[in-house]
């Protein structure tokens, strides 16, 4: 890579990708094969820091900023998405939001071991009936004393088998719509909590994602993340930093499949298939600049939701389209089950679904566009 990024970046990223291909790639097939991360590579995700990166070194985190964050992400899914998106829904959606909205206790308690590494976060909001409407949520909570009581179900929750703490979001009352959602802290042995059945998944296999129960799970106060009736605008904003960090995934699998279709390319040395790695490097080096803008607005402290979307656009279709054309170019070869164009394929069919629909990028751009005080000149 170029020196694009600042040197503790650069850093990182040599860092993650030495791990990459030393330990996750020669196992990328069997996690794909088995859909499951071995214990072993999770351990090793934290030994090297790559759990912790971005988070405070006050919380036992391992420093670094979004590009270093960005620079870890795509790196492991470069070699595997399954690796990759452990880690971003562990830092992004799950760790991000204690750091930026919890007490002083919740961070002592649950950012800390999630920082070392020690546990794995996951993020609890998509629901059977709610998806990209998630105003609409129907997970329930009441007060009952001092404690909450949640009841409800979760659908497609990340990393939830494994999971030492998950935000869950549940309404007081649905009629209130978004103003009646809270966050709340979810220790996984919760009396009431269960995962009801881990689903099967064309790409993405070794990510775990879950249906969860929850059947009066009772809670202290203390397991309020934020303030009670703020739970969505707390959601929304791991969501806006989550999509920098998934994008980065998604530019990771477009680099593989990248290099995948270079290599065919080369072994079918044939005059129509040159056009075709070229246009495949020109959306892989525009989704890569605009990966970085994002990141670095968001390091600037500069409004950036706009930018994540445009990245988690860009770095998401850049993965289905340069994906396509590898199994186009392999032929046979790329369709048979477990090559590594039908596995990028699969992988990344799967990015412009999660932590936001394309067509929810699109609401968001438009809506940014279109608003009465916008520039003319973008």
Not at 279 to 291: D, K, M, S
């Amino acid at each position: 890579m170029t020196d694009r990024l600042a040197a503790g970046a650069e850093e990182w990223r040599d860092r993650a990708r030495r791990f990459a291909e030393a330990e996750v790639l020669p196992v990328a097939a069997q996690i794909d094969r088995e859909d499951r991360v071995p214990e072993v590579l999770v351990r090793g995700l934290a030994r090297e820091g790559f759990l912790g990166v971005g988070l405070p070194e006050r919380w036992n985190g391992a420093g670094g900023d979004t590009r270093a964050t960005v620079a870890v992400l795509e790196e492991l899914a470069r070699a595997s998405a399954a690796v990759a998106v452990l880690a971003a829904v562990h830092l992004s959606v799950c760790a991000a939001p204690i750091l930026t909205h919890g007490t002083a206790e919740q961070k002592e308690r649950f950012l800390r071991p999630l920082a070392r590494g020690e546990r794995v976060g996951a993020f609890g909001l998509t629901e059977p009936g709610a998806g990209s409407d998630t105003a609409r949520i129907a997970t329930r909570y009441v007060r009952e004393g001092t404690e909450f009581v949640l009841r409800g179900t979760k659908m497609f929750t990340s990393n939830a088998v494994t999971a030492g703490v998950i935000l869950v979001f549940a309404t007081s009352d649905p009629v209130l719509g978004s103003r009646g959602i809270s966050a709340f802290i979810v220790p996984p042995g919760t009396s009431g909590f269960s995962v009801a059945q881990r689903l099967d998944k064309l790409g993405l296999r070794g990510s775990e994602t879950t249906e969860l129960v929850l059947d009066g799970v009772r809670l202290p106060s203390a397991a309020l993340l934020g303030k009670e009736g703020e739970g969505l605008h707390v959601a929304l904003g791991a969501l806006a930093g989550g999509r920098v960090g998934i994008a980065s995934c998604a530019l990771g699998v477009a680099r593989a499949a990248f290099e995948e279709l270079r290599r065919s390319v080369l072994a079918h040395d044939e005059e129509w298939k040159r056009p075709i790695l070229a246009r495949a490097y020109v959306e892989l080096t525009a989704a890569q600049a605009l990966v970085d803008r994002a990141a670095t607005l968001k390091d600037a402290g500069e409004p950036f939701v706009e930018a994540a979307s445009v990245a988690k656009l860009a770095a998401s279709r850049a993965a289905v389209t340069i994906a396509s054309a590898g199994v186009d170019v392999a032929g046979p070869e790329g369709v048979r089950s477990g090559a590594p164009a039908e596995r990028l394929l699969r992988d990344a069919r799967v990015f412009p679904i999660v932590e936001g629909t394309t067509e929810i990028q699109e609401l968001i751009l438009a809506r940014g566009l279109l608003a009465a005080d916008r520039s003319p000149i973008l």
